[in-house]
Each structure stands twice: as structure tokens, then as C-alpha cells.
């Protein structure tokens, strides 16, 4: 137990700022809801900052747990903890939850309250995620968060938003159902809902290839993997700015994270005789997703293309049960946070100028946003996997994993570079260079403060990470070396 429940106030405040914006907030008092909302997303993040400050990075073990007594009866308790492989998701989270409340400002102008007040309350539940250690309680976190990113496509989305909302929440809710089973399964069998009293229930092999495939179906969605990977350019394409970067940023990250906390260390077994299966389809998503997103006109779908083939770098490397490798997922699930957020954050700032995401209707920018079209160029540049950003280190590293693997499963993973280099830059280039387009293109007016500060905070992000990312490798080692002793130690009854 910790003396102040820092877990706990990184969860609710965030929350209960939500609760009170949506129980105090109007249209006529916009600017008071646009700042306490603020407020509340800075507090938020100030409030996880001390589980950096004071993470102890030589261990593997839970810190900072809190736990109460919830549903008595069944066992179920309020435990929450981290470690290496969830402290760094915890902060990402509460970041990128102040940066969608600046994105949003004087850009959504009806049911303020309500918009700022879904992002506020989202953002405490994907923290729920990542801090909780009961099973039930880890379920109840993961379900809830599809009803504030469910609001936020169908009511502040596109013209298609009802559409892609219900595609959205029908294939993540169903894809949960078996989990839900598997987590009663495990529940019957070791008598707790403790997460990690299941990480040592030994089980037959027919009942961990029951359980892994049971676990996949909901978090292969959530990531999402080839082939259950069609909802979120839909949902991509229709969503405001600010969902698709937290759709981006944090909540594909939901899924990767429950590999790491459920399937790999309960179903130890079964992750390594279905590791084939989960190497195939996670090439097929680098590969052919990459190759989808070469022919892509929308911008939005195109960068929703691309974040399936880097999440399939993500799976790729915790399937090929090595340190590099795995170490190098984790990286990408935390680069790829600030990069596809700062993608669709640029892609935000073209819309609201032209209300356009078609790629033809642009080009020429460069000449009336020059400040736009550097910082849009780095981003580009991480997307692609250039040296010195964020999105190099996790590529490179998961890379070199598959190397050590086997050399065929790393040249076809690295064929991401050369695929994510031309997607992005043909992208860049028709957008940016050129001729301006049309009389839209030059009436643009360049990034105004809010925006400039906006994505600059997000480039440092992107820069600091890929220059210097011993901070997050040093944190998750301890973590990662300890999942990988788990796993390797068979738990077959």
C-alpha cells in the first residue's frame, strides 16, 4: 500500500472532472468548460508524473498497490499496481488526454461540455487498464472505455459517424464476449480474480489454447490485427480529431497491453504453440497493410492503414519470445502513441482549414503554412522510421529481435520501412509540395499559436524518445526480462 493512492487519483480525477462538466456545463459558458476541462486533464497528468519520479526500475514486482475489498462475495477486490510494462501507458494516457482537450478548443463549438467531459472520463478508464490486478475489475475498465469513444464517433464524428460508431463498438463488444468466459474459467480454477494468482495456475494444454484463443479474439480487435483490423478506418475516417488521436494513441495500445498482462503470462504453453500463427498474421498486417495503405486517398485512412501495420510490429515482437524483440514492442506501442497522434493532430489542422481529408484537394500547402509543413515533415519522417525519432528505435529494435528469430520473418518485417517511407512521403509530398492547388489551398492561414505549441510539444516528444530512449528502455527492462523467464517455464498440469 502506498500512502497517497496515487493510482487511484490518476483514475478518478480525471473522471470526476468528467462527472462535473457534464453536470454543470453548458453552450453558454463554453470557454469556463474548455478550462476547467483543462484543469482537470493537467491535474491529471501532474498527478502520474511521481510513478516516474519514484518507479524502482531494478525490479519486476507491482509497485504503488492499493487494494480494497469490492464484491466481497466473489472474491473480486479494487487492486490496483504497476510495473515496467504499464507505468509508461499510465503517463502516455494523462499526456495525450491534455494534449486532445488543447486540440479541441475553438474547434468544437456545440455540446463543449459533453465533448471535453467524454475525453476526461475516457481517459481515466484506459488508466483503469492499465493499473488494474484483478481480473473483473481489468474487464469492467476495458468494457467501459467503449462508451465515451462510442459517444464521442456518433455524436462529434462525420457524416458516416453512426455507421462507423456501431461497427466501432459492435466488433470490440463482441470480440469481448469469450474473454469474459475465459476470465470466469480462470476465476473457477484458481478460486481469485487476482491477476497474478492466474500467472501461476497450471492448466492442461486443450485448456490454455481454449483460454489464449478466447483472450486473442478481444484483444486482436482492440489492437487491431489482420483480419478484424476493418472497424478502425471507418472509425478513423469518421471521428473527430481528438478521438482519432486517442484511438490512436492510447486505445490500440489496450490491446497489446492485455497480450503482455493475459495471454502471454497465463497461457504460457499455448503463446509458444500458436506463436506461428500470431507471427503470420502480424507480417500479414505489417506487409499487406502497408501495401493497402500505399493506395489509400483519404489521409485519415491512410494513417489508420499504417497504424495497423505498425501495430503489427507491436505483436511481432512479443511472439518471437526475445528481450530485444519484446523490449522493442513495448517501445513501438509508446512511439507510435506520439507519432500517429501528431499525424492525425496535422491531419486535424487541414481539416479545419479546408474540411477536406482527400489528398487531391491539397497540394502546394508549403506555401502558405511553412510551419506547418516542417513540423508535418518530422512527423512523416517518425511515421516512416526515420534514425533520431521515436519511430525508429521500436522498428529497429523489433527488427533485430526477428533477426536473431529467424532472417526470413526479419526481412519481411523490414520491409515495413520501405512500404512506411512510401506511404507517408507520397502522402507528404502531394499534400505539401508543389503548386498551390486551388483557391482554398491559398487562402490557408499558417498554425496559430494553440496549434503551433500543440504539435511542437509532440515533436519534442517524438525527438527526446528517438534520440535518447534509455528513460523507457531502462524502466520496462526489468519487466520484460521477468515475462520472458515466466513464459519460458512450462505451466502445462
Given amino acids: 500500500m502506498t500512502s497517497f493512492p496515487i493510482l487511484s487519483a490518476a483514475i478518478w480525477i480525471p473522471i470526476l472532472f468528467g462527472l462535473a462538466l457534464l453536470a454543470l456545463g453548458n453552450d453558454r459558458n463554453a470557454n469556463v468548460v474548455r478550462s476547467v476541462a483543462l ?189 478484424v483490423h476493418t472497424w478502425l478506418p471507418d472509425a478513423h475516417v469518421e471521428a473527430p480529431t481528438g478521438g482519432s488521436v486517442v484511438l490512436a494513441a492510447i486505445m490500440l495500445k489496450l490491446g497489446a497491453y492485455g497480450f503482455l498482462r493475459f495471454s502471454l503470462p497465463i497461457t504460457p504453453d499455448a503463446s509458444h504453440q500458436l506463436a506461428p500463427l500470431m507471427i503470420g498474421l502480424s ?98 519522417m517518425a511515421n516512416a522510421g526515420l534514425p533520431a525519432t521515436s519511430g525508429f528505435v521500436g522498428e529497429f529494435l523489433v527488427i533485430l529481435g526477428a533477426v536473431q528469430f529467424n532472417f526470413l520473418v526479419a526481412f519481411a518485417a523490414a520491409t515495413t520501412l520501405i512500404l512506411g517511407a512510401a506511404y507517408s512521403l507520397w502522402m507528404y509530398k502531394r499534400v505539401i509540395f508543389g503548386a498551390v492547388a486551388n483557391d482554398k489551398v491559398a487562402k490557408l492561414q499558417d498554425v496559430g499559436r494553440r496549434e503551433f505549441w500543440m504539435l511542437v510539444v509532440m515533436a519534442v516528444m517524438v525527438l527526446a524518445m528517438g534520440i535518447y530512449p534509455k528513460p523507457v528502455t531502462d524502466i520496462t527492462g526489468a519487466s520484460v526480462d521477468a515475462l520472458l523467464k515466466h513464459v519460458a517455464i512450462s505451466k502445462i498440469k
Fill in 39 to 227: 484543469i482537470g486533464a493537467l491535474i491529471g497528468l501532474l498527478v502520474t508524473l511521481p510513478l516516474l519520479a519514484g518507479f524502482d526500475s531494478t525490479t519486476a514486482a507491482m509497485q504503488f498497490v492499493e487494494k480494497a475489498p469490492w464484491i466481497e462475495r466473489f472474491g473480486a477486490n479494487y487492486h490496483l499496481g504497476i510495473d515496467g510494462l504499464s507505468v509508461w501507458f499510465i503517463v502516455l494516457t494523462a499526456f495525450i488526454n491534455v494534449i486532445v482537450v488543447v486540440a479541441g478548443w475553438e474547434v468544437i463549438q456545440e455540446r463543449v461540455a459533453q465533448y471535453m467531459a467524454s475525453f476526461l472520463i475516457l481517459s481515466g478508464l484506459m488508466i483503469g487498464v492499465f493499473c488494474a490486478l484483478d481480473g473483473l475489475l481489468f474487464y469492467v475498465f476495458f468494457e467501459a472505455t467503449l462508451i465515451p469513444m462510442y459517444l464521442i464517433i456518433g455524436v462529434w464524428g462525420g457524416p458516416n459517424r453512426v455507421y462507423a460508431a456501431f461497427k466501432f463498438f459492435l466488433y470490440t463488444l463482441a470480440g469481448s464476449l469469450l474473454t469474459l468466459v475465459a476470465i470466469i474459467y480462470l476465476y473457477i480454477t484458481s478460486g481469485s480474480f487476482a491477476i497474478l494468482d492466474w500467472h501461476a495456475v497450471p492448466l492442461t494444454m486443450h485448456e490454455q489454447v481454449l483460454i489464449f484463443l478466447a483472450l486473442l479474439l478481444a484483444f486482436a480487435v482492440k489492437v487491431p490485427m489482420w483480419p
Fill in 283 to 380: 507480417l500479414i498486417g505489417v506487409v499487406y497493410i502497408g501495401l493497402v495503405a500505399l493506395v489509400q486517398t483519404d489521409m485519415k485512412k491512410l494513417i489508420a492503414y499504417s497504424s495497423v501495420a505498425h501495430m503489427g510490429f507491436v505483436t511481432l515482437g512479443f511472439f518471437i519470445f526475445n528481450t530485444i524483440g519484446m523490449q522493442g514492442g513495448v517501445v513501438q506501442m509508446i512511439s507510435h502513441g506520439f507519432v500517429a497522434g501528431a499525424m492525425f493532430l496535422c491531419v486535424g489542422v487541414l481539416y479545419d482549414r479546408v474540411h477536406s481529408r482527400q489528398i487531391a484537394d491539397y497540394g502546394g500547402v508549403v506555401n502558405t503554412m511553412p510551419k506547418f509543413a516542417a513540423l508535418f515533415m518530422l512527423f512523416a
